[in-house]
């Protein structure tokens, strides 16, 4: 859904509403909770350092906030 006005909080709540009562687009819900992975997946872990400190924290918490860690390109 597009919009180009900002949603109101009633707005989000009731769109919230809506999607929590709607079933699930996948049949292993909760399924990697326990640590193992369902087959017929591509299963990817990526460990890396980005750094210690109050400073690393916040560019990984800004890069997360603007989506960048998934790049256009």
Not at 4 to 22: K, T
Not at 29 to 44: N, Q, W
Not at 49 to 69: K, N, P
């Amino acid at each position: 859904m597009i919009r180009f006005r900002r949603l109101s909080l009633e707005q989000i709540r009731q769109f919230i509403r809506r999607q929590s009562a709607l079933p699930y687009t996948y049949a292993d819900v909760g399924a990697s909770r326990l640590g193992t992975f369902p087959s017929g997946y591509d299963h990817m872990r990526h460990r890396v350092l980005l750094g210690r400190g109050r400073e690393a924290f916040e560019a990984a918490r800004d890069a997360l906030r603007g989506w960048a860690m998934l790049p256009r390109e």
